[in-house]
């Protein structure tokens, strides 16, 4: 490769590693004249790479944005790791599968060889559990349109649909057609849960904080003012979410906690235990305490364990398993019996 062409290349790599570089430090680092990087950075600027000139006491150059997305460089790790998220794009629900196949064929077919044995050495395969329907997709520019709201802190007006429309449907196609208004929310966070995207944003409608599914939401335009945000309970997006789909209360844990002593060794028990807490009592036999979103399915999780048992308390988990007993006798009770076997030769 011509000297020129790899100190082009070597430039590129060093504007791509950090926002600002000063002149005398990109000379040093290519062992070159600040005049032979300031010829550089004008061959790559007719090249169509948008590097900006920063003013200053140093002086220096920054790679900025240009209307069109020019070559890129990557070193290793970054090219797997770009290769690894494009496989796994299909399991994100964001309606991208096509694209991302698209983006991986044209980074696999300019990389190394040594890079596409390792990423060819990787499948990413998204399962399904058996007999749930697929996730709805999100529309990719519904998830631009919300995350530059979120960015930008700019109250947000969408229509929303709380169940799935026909096809052929369009949420909020009218203001004569019954719809509801529209929803207005300062928009905080896009995450994802279970292969689903959703918007945590404060409702202003609500005076609380809600979570909406992506793929139901149709923003209206222009959106509305801007806003300084809410601190999320709690302060951290993660945390919030969790609890959020898995029934936790405000504190933080689930709001139902119950404690029993069973008739089985701690060993056997803490295996499947979860975030319950597990004390031995004694050969075959501990003390567990467990939570749960509801009562009775407290009491159910607990009979999994197949074992005797004994309710220490809350008084509501007695009376769950109370619940649950007569549930389960009824539908014993109303098991038809099982039809007589003809006898032989007939």
Request: aromatic share 6%; charged share 25%; net charge positive.
């Amino acid at each position: 490769m011509p000297k020129t062409s790899a100190r082009l290349l070597s430039l590129l790599s060093l504007l791509q590693a950090r926002r600002d570089w000063p002149g005398h430090l990109l000379a040093e680092r290519l062992d070159v004249s600040a005049r032979t990087v300031r010829r550089d950075v004008d061959r790559l600027r007719e090249l169509g790479y948008p590097i900006v000139a920063v003013k200053g006491p140093d002086g220096g150059y920054r790679l900025g944005a240009g209307t069109q997305l020019p070559p890129l460089l990557f070193d290793d790790d970054q090219a797997v790791a770009l290769a690894v998220a494009l496989r796994a794009a299909a399991a994100t629900g964001a309606g991208i599968e096509e694209a991302a196949a698209r983006a991986l064929t044209t980074v696999r077919q300019v990389m190394p060889a040594r890079l596409r044995h390792r990423v060819d050495a990787l499948e990413v395969t998204a399962v399904e559990r058996a007999g749930a329907r697929p996730n709805p997709q999100a529309d990719p520019q519904v998830l631009v349109a919300l995350g530059t709201a979120v960015r930008t802190r700019e109250v947000l007006r969408f229509d929303y649909s709380p169940v799935t429309l026909p096809t052929g449907a369009a949420a909020g196609s009218g203001a004569g057609s019954g719809a509801a208004p529209p929803r207005r929310v300062e928009p905080h966070h896009l995450v994802t849960w279970g292969g689903r995207w959703y918007l945590v944003a404060w409702d202003l409608g609500r005076d609380d904080w809600r979570t909406f599914r992506v793929d139901r939401i149709a923003p209206r335009t222009p959106t509305g003012p801007r806003f300084s945000p809410r601190e999320l309970p709690g302060g951290d997006v993660t945390a919030y979410v969790t609890a959020k789909f898995q029934g936790l209360g405000d504190a933080g844990h689930l709001p139902c906690r119950g404690e029993v002593i069973l008739d089985l060794p701690a060993s056997a028990v803490s295996a499947y235990a979860h975030d319950g807490v597990v004390e031995e009592l004694g050969p075959g036999r501990c003390r567990l305490l467990l939570g749960a979103w509801s009562w009775p399915s407290l009491a159910a999780a607990l009979g999994k364990f197949d074992a005797d048992l004994q309710v220490v308390g809350p008084p509501e988990l007695r009376d769950a398993f109370a619940l649950l007993a007569r549930r389960y006798a009824d539908a014993a009770a109303r098991m038809p019996a099982e039809p007589t076997a003809p006898p032989p030769g007939r």
